[in-house]
Structure formats: C-alpha cells, structure tokens
C-alpha cells in the first residue's frame, strides 16, 4: 500500500501540518504507522478518511460531531444534519444583517453628513409638498424646539445649515424676537 | 453625533401642526419618490430598524 509523510498529505490536501498534528492529538486521525525513527507514516485508509472529515468540515461540523460521526460507522444522522441546517439558516439571518448594516454605515461614510443625503432645500420641499405652508413651518420648529432643543439643534446642522443661521432659527423658534 | 429624537416626537410634532396619517404616508411616498436614498437616510437617523425601514419606503412606492 501506498503510504504518505505528513508534510505531503499536508500539501495534497492544502491544510497546514499542524492541522493535522491536531487532529493526531484529539484522536480525529491518527497515522496508522510510524517510521522506525518516529515518523508519521499515512495509509490510502487514512487518505480517505481525511478526505471525509473535510467534506463533513466543510458541511459545518465541529470536529467534535465528526468524531462521533466517524465513530459511528461515518454516516451522519438525520438529528445532527438538521440541526446544522437550522444553524445555517441562523447564521444566514445573522450574516444579512450584517450585510445591511455595512451598506448602511458605507452610505453613511460615502455621504459624510447625518441624516446624509438630505439638505435643507430638499426638506423644505418635502414639507411644502406634504401641504405645510410657512406658517406651519414656523410652528414645527417651535414644537421641535420645545419638545427637543438638542435634537433641533442636531436636525438642522443636520441638512447643512451654518450654525449662526440655526441659532437664529432658535431662537425665533423660542418667541425671542429676530435681529 | 448621537440622535435623541425619535420616531414619536417626529410624529408628535407633525400631527400637533396639524398632519394627520394620511398626509404622512402621502409625505413618504413623496419622499421614496423624490429622494430615496434621503428617505432611507432620514429614516435611519430617527433610529428605525432596517425591517420597519423597508416596510415604510415599500409602503410609499
């Protein structure tokens, strides 16, 4: 039989060789021989049972459920290959929020400003398209200013305007006369 | 910069000047139609989660 040193599994099969030293160690796959002077020496038998712990490796198994599967007869059960389906689909979830929320802050980033995209014009036409005229207008700034002075403050720098021109905006919000 | 405005003083303000929910959702579809990616931003900095944001802008288009 065709046998193999650890270093040429280990290139064969793309994994390092303290890889497989591990998988020695926690009884995964053991070298069937040794040299005389210690060496590991692998068989085509270990060749293919390596070979299906990375399928299984692959599937998403701990090496822990592999070495109970391979204890078994190699066959995985059904319990354990839905579980792993369930976990899939969780990490699936997981990952597409992710996904979400790297978009969302890349649009951030890219727009450079908060709430980003959106200044003033682009408000004022926004309010005036929902109907509000500029008495309207004057009375969301002072409930806003009433119900939040620091998120007013924050909405307006918000859409770029200069912070002299949102305190005047304030200010009149507040009843004070303008200059 | 943290946002300490939520989705309910925004809507608390606009109903006390008078908007009522069907002048809002007409203002989102406005919204999603004019500036949507403005939509998704101002919607994110009230603080919404990405599921009720998508339901918001799919409800305007």
Known sequence: ?179 | MKNNVNVNDWIAMFRDIGLDQAKMKQWHSLFEARHPNGHQSFLEWLGLKPDEIDRIRSAGR
């Not at chain 1, 980003?116 to 109907?131: E, T």
């Not at chain 1, 998120?151 to 912070?163: A, D, K, T």
């Open chain 1, 1 to 179: 039989m065709k046998t193999y040193s650890i270093s040429r599994i280990a290139r064969a099969c793309g994994l390092s060789r303290s890889t497989l030293l591990y998988y020695d160690r926690v009884g995964l796959l053991r070298s069937s021989a040794r040299t005389g002077s210690g060496y590991r020496v692998y068989n085509e038998k270990d060749l293919s049972r390596l070979a299906r712990i990375r399928q299984l490796r692959e599937a998403g198994l701990s090496l822990k459920e592999i070495r109970s599967v391979l204890a078994t007869g190699g066959k995985p059960g059904t319990r354990l290959l839905e579980e792993r389906m369930r976990k899939t689909a969780e990490e699936i979830v997981g990952l597409k929020n992710q996904q979400r929320l790297l978009a969302g802050m890349l649009r951030k980033v890219a727009s450079g400003k908060r709430p980003g995209c959106v200044d003033k014009q682009m408000w004022i036409d926004m309010l005036k398209a929902a109907g509000m005229d500029q008495g309207a207008m004057n009375r969301w700034h002072t409930e806003f200013e009433r119900r939040s002075p620091d998120g007013h403050q924050e909405f307006l720098l918000s859409l770029g305007i200069p912070p002299s021109e949102a305190a005047r905006i304030r200010s009149l919000s507040r009843g004070e006369p303008g200059n």
